[in-house]
């Protein structure tokens, strides 16, 4: 027994120092938790392991004083939170008493983000939150709490930031205050400050504002936490510049203020309550505004709206209501603006509308009209539009609607008239729908009932009339139509006839995707397809086929059609000319399956009475589509085309130089690839080829091109052409886009091709050229080489040249933008190049380099020479002794001159006349043999011999000799005297015979008085001209001379 009693004591010794160990080790722990760093920091991860989803990146200070939080990331099903620091300083004694005492919580930067809501599913298995009593199991007491720097992010777009707040007392008697800045969309920038106090039964708000832009709405009110929710606010505005708060309110100017209150309260899982905008008033846009409004509202399970009135009195405009929505409906309402531009900038019109609904929501009642005048916005106009409607849920009920429009445009769409009248119940009904359009006009008459959402019924009357495409009607005498928002379904064919031509359509259509719809064609106009093709294009012929598409639900779609003419006819204008092309015996043939898209077509074609057309056959195929838009840059395409052509006429539109088109064309082309990067590959033959170019008169025959394209997308081509006696050979490649890095390059290289055949201009080239184009600078280097050339310009008539200060107006237009232009050529004159024209004849020699540069002038460098040349002036003939043009690098339309020109008189008497300086600035100088004065050269270079010897037009003649030469009628040399003696005036005047010209000299003594004088060339006569400006209106002109005269002058201006 002692044994046992012993045993036991050790046994009880032993678990009591067990007991002890543990009570330590678990002291020990917990006095490690609160008063070490590595135990806090352990203490709180622990934290995060146990209270979920919440990620701790530091841990500073101790439980037993302040300690620190740094990035905490917190996650929940609402909202994702990630603190940048919090620190907290809690007094551990008072939990020995049940009490938590906080000294300070603070919480810095940060950022709070609303997750997208919940699935259905989700939301509607997450209990609603309880209104039931908030307990805290602690007494607690908070001495202070701040929050500063905190954004939130709300799933509506709305931002929250600069979020800051502070907290003291205790749950039951705290204070709060609060502000933040706020980002809505549609609204400009507002702060909000909040100052609230209370506990957790209740809280009143002592002050909250939201100020916008120097606008402030304010709300003062109380809300009750428990036993239940409620609420009793009040909210005012004041001056509230309307343009200001709204983001686009530059259209919204105004000054408007709003009293406000709302009540309710939270039972059973349902809100009542109600809202009482007692006023509002001030200007909007220019005009007074009035209004109030009262609404109580039931929200839950089943909701439901009781609207006392509406009220709003806005410049002209008028708009009122009244009544309940929820399980019944019960509203009336009427609107009335005769200035739409009031209530949508930018509109114009008027609109009103008026009228009730009843009945229930699944089944309601409408009893309404409206009506609107010059109604337009933006690119939609309508001249008017009316309409009523009155519809009654039960099936005997009433079902009557009139709704009529009068010239709509939108966009580049229009229509003349569009109405449509329902007569009748639901249990049987008539519709007349109508629409007038540029292209014709369309009558639909049916009759149906509707049960439910299902109509059905017959269409009586389908009438089309059409300028291209004639009158369509129906072929039986009705046709029955089934129809719901979900589906449609033709149970027979419908069937349109005119006079030869017919149309039959069946099908059916659901809402999931599942569709089948069949078309058969019968001699159907082409017309009708104008629309697909150029402007220019008028189409004739018949069209008859089948087109067959079908959409099965769980299937994509599937298209076959087969489409034939016989023959038909396009007429178009091509190089100025209307031209006709025919086509015949023309097969289309598309599909859309499993495998993907495919279509072929094969026809033949020509002009009009053309004994020989061409033919084109093709197909594309793009596997894997199946649908009806554009196909993306990733799919696949595979194609060929083939066409043949004896009488190549019809494509000369496509190039309008070459007329007269014939040969044999035979072309075929490959496509692959993607429609993103697609490739291509085949080879175009013109043979036996001739083609007319009217406007250099020149025929081109034996016409050999060859054109060669690879996958890589390169071009090669190679050709040879000949005209007159000459021939020319060209050769090149091309990738399938030129680019600098890559360009297209030509090479010409010909012998004496005529490349002028015109009456006043033969002339043939022999060039050696390369011809480069980057997709926006020609680039053209190399030789051309003239060896024979007949130019035999028109001459000119003798007249008055236009000064330069005149300028014809309408010769002026708008200069039209080619491609950038780079060419270093050089141009050599052959042995047999002859020049007749504006009275100079001779032969032409030298060469020429020409360079042209982008935006730049175009120069040369070289010289042309007169050889054996003469020139004829007033009947008299001039020896060409010396000519040349030079050009030294500068601009090629101001070339140097050195000419040299005479004529030997009968009494062997030498005249002449040298040219030199520029084209655009030449000195003339005159000389003779013997040495004589100027006014005798000038006569022997006009008249042929002396003064004497003079007719009576050689006096004129002088002044046109001069003109040609580039003095100016002879006044060059009496201008420059004019400057250097400060003369206004200095000219030679011819009148008569060459021996009365005279010199006239002019200057002004004062600024009314005007002197002249003038003395004869050949004789000695002398006059003497004055002119005195007495008035605006009257001159006084006196002149001495042979005659003595006075004259007064009198003005009158237009207008006067």
Known sequence: MLMKIATLRRLGLRLLIVALAGVALVAGLALFAIFTAPGTRLAVSALDRIAGPVDIGKVDGTLAGAFELND??????????????????????????????????????????????????????????????????LDTRIAGARIESLAIELQNGTRITRLAASLQGRPNRFAFDGSARILAPGVAPGHLTLSLTGGLDSVRISRATLEIEGNRVTARGSAALRPRLAW?????????????????????????????????????????GAIQLDTVFGTLRGRGMAGHTSVGFELGSESSFAIDTVYLDWGDARVSGRGVAGDRLDFSFRADVPHLSLALPGASGSFRTWGTTGGSPSAPRFDAAFAGYGLSYRQARIDSVSGTIDARPDLAGVLSLDVAVAGAEWGERSIRKASIEVEGSRAQHTIDAQLGHGEGDLRIEAAGTLRGKI????????????????????????????????????????CLVSIDSHLCVTGYWHRDANWRIATALSELPLALTEQLTPASWSLSGRLSGDVIGRKPADGPIQLDATLRSDRGLVSYVGDGQARELVFQDGELQASIGAEGAGASVDLKLGFAGAAAPGTVSAYLELPGYH????????????????????????????????????GRIDLFLLAG???????????????????????????LVGIHLSAIGEESGLLTVEGTVRSGDGQLTFSGESPLTPSP?????????????????????QLDASPDLEVAWDGNLLDIEGDVEIPHARIELSESTQGVPVSEDVVFVDSIAAEETGPELAATVRLALGDDVQFSGFGLTGKLEGSVKVVEEPQGPTTGTGEVLIVDGSYQIYGQELTVDTGRVILAGGPIDNPGLDVRAFRVAKDSVVAGVIVR????????????????SRQRILAYLVAGGSVGTATASDGGGIAGFLTKLGVKAGNTLTETIAADLNLEEARIKTE???????????????????????????DPDKSLQLRYLLTNQFTLLAETGDETSADILFQIEPGE
Do not use: C
Request: proline letters at 7%.
């Open 72 to 137: 905490v990331v917190v996650e929940t099903a609402r909202f994702d939170a990630r603190l940048e620091r919090i620190y907290l300083n809690v007094q551990l004694r008072p939990l020995l008493s049940s009490r938590l005492s906080i000294d300070s919580v603070h919480i810095e930067g940060g950022r709070i983000v609303e997750r997208a809501p919940a699935s259905a599913e989700t939301s509607e298995a997450s209990p609603a939150p309880s209104a039931g009593p908030i307990e805290l199991p």
């Open 232 to 272: 009793d606010l009040a909210l005012s505005a004041d001056s509230i510049d309307s343009s200001a708060i709204l983001r686009d309110g530059v259209d919204w100017p105004g000054m408007v203020s709003a009293r406000a209150t709302t009540r309710g309260v939270r039972e059973e899982n349902r809100w009542r």
């Open 455 to 494: 109509w059905r019924g017959q269409i009586h009357r389908l009438q089309l009339a059409t300028a291209r495409a004639g009158d369509w009607q129906l072929a039986d005498d009705s046709t029955a139509l089934v129809a719901s928002p979900d589906s449609a379904r033709l149970p027979d064919d419908l």
């Open 627 to 662: 649908g009806f838009g554009p196909p993306g840059d990733d799919q696949a395409i595979s194609g060929r085309l083939d066409l043949h052509l004896e009488d190549p006429g019809i494509l000369e539109s496509a190039v309008p130089p070459l007329q007269d088109l014939s």
């Open 673 to 699: 690839g993607t429609m993103g990067q697609p490739r291509f590959r085949g080879q175009l033959d013109w043979e036996a080829g001739r083609a007319r170019l009217p406007e250099l008169g020149v025929e």
């Open 741 to 761: 890095d890559a360009p297209a390059t030509l090479w010409f290289r010909g012998d004496r091709f005529r490349a002028v055949n015109k009456s006043e201009v």
């Open 917 to 932: 300086g520029t084209l655009n600035a030449p000195v003339i100088t005159l000389f003779s043999d013997p040495s004589m």
């Open 992 to 1018: 008569g015979s060459l021996s009365t010209a005279s010199v006239i000299a002019g200057k002004y003594l004062s600024p009314r008085l005007y002197v002249s004088a003038g003395i004869g060339i050949f």
